[in-house]
Each structure stands twice: as C-alpha cells, then as structure tokens.
Nanobody, 118 residues
Framework: QVQLVESGGGLVQAGGSLRLSCAAS????????MRWYRQAPGNKRELVAQ???????NYADSVKGRFTISRDNAKITVVLQMNSLKPEDTAVYYC????????????WGQGTQVSVSS
C-alpha cells in the first residue's frame, strides 16, 4: 500500500513564500506523473501543477511564474515551491500521484492547509 504524506502548509502574508513537500512511502512501486491540486471552500478541486517522470511540467495559468514543481525520483518526493503568494491561493493543497506496481493506481495525500493573509 502506498501512502502520500504532505507537509509544509501554513499561514503566510501576501507576497510571501511556502514550500510544500509530498513523500511517498511503501516499496515495490514506481511513480509516473505527480501532481498538486488545491481546493478552496465552495470551489471545485483544481489542478495546480504536474510533473512527469521525465521532468516535463505543466501549470495552471493562475500560478505560472510564481509556483515551481519539482521531484526527486530517488527519494520519491515532489515539491511545490510557492512564491509571491496571493490571498486567492488560500486552499487545502493535495498531493496526487499515478503509482505503478501491479497496475496503475491513482493515490491522494491527506491535504495540507495553505492560508494567505492580505
């Protein structure tokens, strides 16, 4: 069984930075695409950024130029560096990954709260 564990959320003032990390635990698997989603109260969960195993990335238009996603395949971690944060970035951020062991399965982390004050 694979678990995704996020860390790094918190409260920051507008213009500040936060770094979210997500580590996968378990053994006998590999991870293809890793993603960060977020969900603000009353809103649908939205894709923030994703990174393929070969390092190709995609970002939501709302975070381009401010957020950077990266991964360490050896440590099976994904990081979201968030700079120039805005109050509208406030949400619960979720790690998501396509895990390949016997078959390809999608996993979610438990979420971490990011709050940006104005």
């Amino acid at each position: 069984q694979v678990q995704l564990v996020e860390s790094g959320g918190g409260l920051v003032q507008a213009g500040g930075s936060l770094r979210l990390s997500c580590a996968a635990s378990g053994s006998g698997f590999s991870i293809n695409t890793m993603r960060w989603y977020r969900q603000a109260p009353g809103n649908k969960r939205e894709l923030v950024a994703q990174i393929a195993r070969d390092g190709r990335t995609n970002y939501a238009d709302s975070v381009k130029g401010r957020f950077t996603i990266s991964r360490d395949n050896a440590k099976i971690t994904v990081v979201l560096q968030m700079n120039s944060l805005k109050p509208e970035d406030t949400a619960v951020y979720y790690c998501n990954a396509d895990v390949l062991d016997i078959r390809l399965t999608n996993y979610w982390g438990q979420g971490t709260q990011v709050s940006v004050s104005s």
